[in-house]
């Protein structure tokens, strides 16, 4: 390439019949400059060593040294890199290590007091539930979007709901606030048109869950579920993760629809919340053809609120300093030595009977009785 430069050929044209770049004719070119070929250097690798020196093992049993008679003799007891690197600095140590090589011959020697946090891989979706969790059922996830407005007009909440493994999702803006009532007509409406899941997942807000002001209280919305075969679900209070694909929905509901349109009216903004949720549907549509078959809506089927419910109320709840746990108003014993951790309360409406298992995101298929109790709850007339 060099020799054709100097024969009087242009760099582009030299660049064009080698199939490389102009700028590295160009580097050639000046690398060869006022030189004959024969003794020109053609290597384009640097001399020098690829990786950098090690530190002079003096240096490094020195830092050892220095942190050692911290860590022993110093007033606040402060014996880190920093502070390594100033008593090196007083003592005029040549060549001073920089605070990232102390480190690292810290660790290198194994002095270190920190440990590597060790990453574990999450959990599978709905860990909580082992039917959900292997997918022969699908779990349907609720909750509500609170203190929006619209310009000039009504205070506005949003029911919105969400399948695990389909994504299937729904919205409901309403006037003013959501009511138990509004729950349960909006599920049977949904139910109706998409067929029903294994499981319906809720917070432990009294719209869900019912009053919390007396035990033993079966609400509304429990009712339905266990009517219609589905096990309703109440998470942790105040615990991340366990309603985080409903929460992400809300966020993007709020992101899409709430936030992206000027709203003149509730009309217009349900006409925006249908569109939106017409078009994720169709989105998802192959996520939620793949996803646990849902049973069919029962015909003929009427919610009657005062008859005694039958099947499973299923709790996930935080045991206290003292192994209790709480739920539908009371107490219950658990484990003295498995405190401040998850557990899933099963009530059994058929066999009067409580069961707890012990949770573990670590371990997540490992999910053992701790206790079962018999806990019979009377029949009550329910106030509609």
Known sequence: MVAAVRSGRSQHEVSHEFHVSQSTVHYWVHQAHG???????WHDRPHTTRTSPRTDPTIEDLVLEVRTGLERDS???????????????SRQVEPLPSGRTINRILERRGVLDSRKRTRRPAPPPGWHLPEVASKPQELDSFDVVEGLVIRDGPQV?????VSLHGGLAVSWPVE??????????????????????GYAQFDND???????????????????????????????????GFQSMVENYNGTWQAKVWARFEHGSLLE??????????????????????APQRRAFPTGWHLNLQARPRGRI?????????????????????????????????????????RIYRLRRGEPKDQPLLKEFQHHIKKRRFSE
């Open 176 to 197: 003013a606030s959501v009511t138990a009532k509004l729950v349960v007509e909006s599920l049977v409406e949904h139910w109706r048109a998409f067929g029903l899941p």
């Open 206 to 240: 009294t719209i869900f869950q019912g009053t919390h002001a007396h035990p033993d209280v079966i609400g509304r919305v429990s009712r339905l579920c266990l009517s219609l075969g589905v096990v309703p679900v109440f998470v942790v209070p105040r615990e991340f």
């Open 314 to 354: 299923l709790y996930l709840r935080r045991t206290s300093a003292a192994g209790t746990v709480e739920v539908l108003g009371r107490v219950f014993e658990v484990d003295p030595h498995w405190l401040n951790r998850l557990v899933r309360v099963e009530v059994d409406l058929d066999e009067d009977k409580i």
């Open 157 to 161: 909440e949003v029911l919105n709901g």
């Open 35 to 41: 030189r004959r070929l024969d003794r020109v250097d």
């Open 75 to 89: 007033d606040l007891g402060f014996h880190g890199a920093d502070v390594i690197s100033e008593i090196l600095q």
């Open 269 to 290: 903004l349900q006409g925006h919340s249908q569109r939106y949720v017409t078009a994720l549907r169709r989105h998802r549509s192959d996520r939620i053809e793949s």
